[in-house]
Antibody
Framework: QAQMLQSGPGLARPSQTLSLTCDIS??????????WNWIRQSPSRGLEWLGR?????????DYAESVKGRININPDTSKNRLSLQLNSVTSEDTAVYYC?????????WGPGTMVTVSS | DIVMTQTPLSSPVALGQSASISCRSS???????????LSWLQQRPGQPPRLLIH???KRVSGVPDRFSGSGAVTDFTLTISRVEAEDVGVYFC?????????FGQGTKLQIK
């Protein structure tokens, strides 16, 4: 089963960029049967799916409408890693961010990274 | 987006008793491939969510058979029989039938 090790700063400044990485073991980011997601959780918004990437002959990426235009999810096959960048953050982006595998169900969850947006 | 509505939001249960959590979707969750992609997550205090059940009733390996899922189309239920102390936490339903995948607001299971 996939295991994910998440890293990144726990504090982001308003209007700046939030950057997180997810190092994957036990599976491959480029494997054709899996999908790699970023999901966040906050008391005000609950669990919120942000976006996903997956490889099916070529790379595909989808984003939630709520963050489209501000988000980038990139796979790094050389490091077997997934990254998340969220631009122009506000206090509304304060949440625990999870790296999660799964296509029709969310099979395995990373430990989560608490990110606070504050000056 | 499909809206997932859970009831109740809080469920106090005595040890050894049963608990039921309902999840209703705003649209049918039957996919064009014939499957219904409704799953249940458990989140224990201080931990990330964990997948318990997928496709309505299929338990993930290692999940006790005290957990069972049922339902169809738009109405689904998670039943926990013989509740134990380790079952305390928040339970979420989630759908993977239609993009984007969405979640219920969560039901907090507490011991009475």
């Amino acid at each position: 089963q996939a295991q994910m090790l998440q890293s990144g700063p726990g504090l982001a400044r308003p209007s700046q960029t939030l950057s997180l990485t997810c190092d994957i073991s036990g599976d491959y980011v480029s494997i054709k049967y899996n999908t790699w997601n970023w999901i966040r959780q906050s008391p005000s918004r609950g669990l919120e799916w942000l976006g996903r990437t997956y490889f099916r002959s070529k790379w595909h990426t989808d984003y939630a409408e709520s963050v489209k235009g501000r988000i980038n999810i990139n796979p790094d096959t050389s490091k077997n890693r997934l990254s998340l960048q969220l631009n122009s953050v506000t206090s509304e982006d304060t949440a625990v961010y999870y790296c999660v595998t799964g296509t029709r169900a969310f099979d395995f969850w990373g430990p989560g990274t608490m990110v606070t947006v504050s000056s | 987006d499909i809206v997932m509505t859970q009831t109740p939001l809080s469920s106090p249960v005595a040890l050894g008793q049963s608990a039921s959590i309902s999840c209703r979707s705003s649209q049918s969750l039957v996919h064009s491939d014939g499957n219904t992609y409704l799953s249940w997550l458990q989140q224990r205090p201080g931990q990330p969510p964990r997948l318990l059940i997928h496709e309505i009733s299929k338990r993930v390996s290692g999940v006790p058979d005290r957990f069972s899922g049922s339902g169809a189309v738009t109405d689904f239920t998670l039943t926990i029989s013989r509740v134990e102390a380790e079952d305390v936490g928040v339970y979420f339903c989630t759908q993977g039938t239609q993009f984007p995948q969405t979640f219920g607001q969560g039901t907090k299971l507490q011991i009475k």
